[in-house]
Each structure stands twice: as structure tokens, then as C-alpha cells.
């Protein structure tokens, strides 16, 4: 019976030790790239001991991006990346195939919203010009004074109504001014994950992820292989890399 618990004992070192090689292997044998995390959630993304992390590429407008590709609940969906002038990669295209060329990602579609709505708001900034934003989670009426706190592309990362008690991080490029038009649009999205939504970090350090999260400044980086399967890395907190 001795000997049995021993063997068993041995497998499971075998095995976890396969594991580790196995991961190690692919981080050191493929390209690492950055994407840049969004907040799940405007308020929250620590849950415990693990980062819940969402991309550009997490939920993608078909429309937008002008792919006329149907998609299912569990099809293999490959997010096609094109590298900024940050260093950090974006969603350029998407298809159910492989790309020919050029970097990309592999995931699963797990939801599909054939009529989801996206709001654009038109803001008159105190100089007299016009300027265009688009905010999911917009709130706004028109003749609001608004604050938008925006990140790369112009894109808005957090918002409040003038007046309201809300800043923007320091170092965040912000936009002000009244809100003069709303507009909804109807657009085909699919939601799709690729294995890196989740990072666990060491106990006591979900704190130091919620301000780098307030800030705005939360890049994964990503081992990329061949395939387009993808494996977290390494977070960098306001450019510090945390492992």
C-alpha cells in the first residue's frame, strides 16, 4: 500500500511538474506583446486574490469594424492586432479564420448581441469647437456640463456631470463642455474570451492593481503563440512590471 501512495504521490509531482515546464516553455518560445486593460466594471475589477481584465477585443462591433461574418455562441473567433504608437496592441479586424498574415489572437465567442445600442455624444468645448465621444454607460442629458476622462483614441475611460465630486487621475488627458446632441446606434456584438480575463496575484496586492486601475495605466502583457493562444505573463502597473 506504501509503495502505491508513493507512486501517486510521484504522478502528481510528475504532473505539476509537466504543468510548469510546459508553461514555462511557452512564455520563453513566443513573442510577448501588451494590450492595454479596460475596467469591467467603472467601479470595481478586484475580486479577491485574482484581476478580472477586459480588452478592446473583449467585446467586438462587428459593424464598426465592418465584418460581415456571422457568428455562434462557442465559435473560434480570431481578433486580428495591430501594435499603437504606445506599444500596446489593439483590435484591428476579426474573422472566424485563421489571418493570413499579420498578429492575432485566438478566443471563443460567448454571447452574441445581434441589436446592442452604443451612445455617441456630441460635447461643445469652451473653445467653441465640436467634439465626438462615444460612452456606453453615458448618463447624460443634453445641456449637460460634463467631465470626460479619456484614454488612448479619445476613447472615455470614466465621466461625472460637472460639479459633481469627480476628477480625472493626474496625468490623464481630460475634455469638457456641454453636452449638445445624444445619438443611439444599433450595431451587430459578439462577446469573446481568450484565456487571459484572469490574473491572480499575491495576497495584499489587489490594492496596488485598484489604484493602478484609477489611474488608468494597467497594461497585460500576453505570450503570444503561433496559434494565436495567448497566455498572461506579467501586469504592469504604471510601467512597473509585476509577475
Known amino acids: 500500500m506504501r509503495w502505491k501512495f508513493a507512486l501517486l504521490i510521484l504522478l502528481q509531482v510528475v504532473l505539476l511538474a509537466g504543468i510548469i515546464g510546459y508553461r514555462q516553455y511557452w512564455i520563453e518560445s513566443n513573442e510577448r506583446i501588451l494590450l492595454e486593460s479596460l475596467p469591467v466594471d467603472p467601479r470595481d475589477i478586484f475580486r479577491g486574490d485574482y484581476v478580472t481584465l477586459s480588452y478592446d477585443l473583449s467585446n467586438i462591433d462587428l459593424d464598426k469594424l465592418g465584418v460581415n461574418e456571422t457568428f455562434k455562441r462557442n465559435d473560434t473567433i480570431y481578433a486580428t492586432l ?18 493570413k ?17 452604443r ?6 468645448q469652451t473653445d467653441g469647437s465640436l467634439r465626438h465621444f462615444e ?6 442629458k443634453v445641456d449637460d456640463n460634463v467631465l470626460l476622462c479619456l484614454g488612448p483614441d479619445d476613447t472615455v475611460r ?3 456631470k460637472t460639479g459633481d465630486y469627480c476628477k480625472c487621475p493626474d496625468g490623464v488627458q ?8 445624444i445619438k443611439e446606434i444599433t450595431f451587430r456584438q459578439v462577446h469573446a ?3 487571459i480575463e484572469h490574473y491572480f496575484v499575491e495576497e495584499g496586492k489587489g490594492r496596488v492593481i485598484e489604484r493602478a486601475r484609477n489611474a488608468r495605466d ?4 500576453v505570450a503570444l503563440r503561433r496559434d494565436g493562444k495567448g497566455l498572461i505573463t506579467a501586469l504592469y502597473l504604471n510601467g512597473k512590471r509585476m509577475e
Open 82 to 99: 495591430k501594435k499603437t504608437e504606445s506599444g500596446t496592441y489593439k483590435l484591428d479586424s476579426a474573422s472566424k479564420f485563421v489571418p
Open 218 to 221: 494597467l497594461k497585460v502583457e
Open 158 to 160: 470614466s465621466s461625472c
Open 135 to 140: 460612452q456606453p454607460w453615458a448618463a447624460f
Open 101 to 117: 498574415k499579420g498578429k492575432f489572437i485566438q478566443g471563443r465567442v460567448t454571447s452574441i448581441n445581434a441589436n446592442n445600442v
Open 119 to 124: 451612445k455617441t455624444i456630441t460635447v461643445l
Open 193 to 195: 474570451e481568450y484565456g
Open 174 to 181: 481630460t475634455a469638457t463642455g456641454i453636452v449638445q446632441d
